[in-house]
């Protein structure tokens, strides 16, 4: 067995579930955007596509008119292996 090849083997293996990881995280935003609540709406961070930031405008009840900005962080092994 050649040496070389293992290195790159593994490491095109970790490059390729890293890849999948951030597809069903990409695959989960849509998700979470097609069908979150009215007034509620979710963007991906430009740095990190585990982090979400998220606002909901309250338009009903004792909160009408309120605004209330929240952070979504999935862990690194999400989805879990």
């Known amino acids: 067995v ?3 090849k293992v290195p790159i083997v593994s490491s095109l293996r970790r ?3 890293k890849q999948l990881k951030q597809y069903n ?10 069908h ?3 007034g509620v709406y979710l963007l991906p961070s430009f740095t ?3 982090t979400m ?3 909901i405008f309250v338009r009903l ?3 009408s ?3 209330f900005k929240f952070r979504i962080t999935l862990p690194k092994e999400y989805p879990m292996d």
């Open 25 to 34: 995280i990409m695959v989960e935003y849509k998700n979470l955007k097609e």
């Open 36 to 38: 979150a609540p009215s």
């Open 48 to 50: 990190d596509l585990r």
């Open 2 to 4: 050649n040496m070389r």
């Open 15 to 17: 490059y390729r579930e």
């Open 53 to 55: 930031y998220g606002v």
């Open 61 to 63: 009840g004792m909160y």
């Open 65 to 67: 008119k309120g605004l």
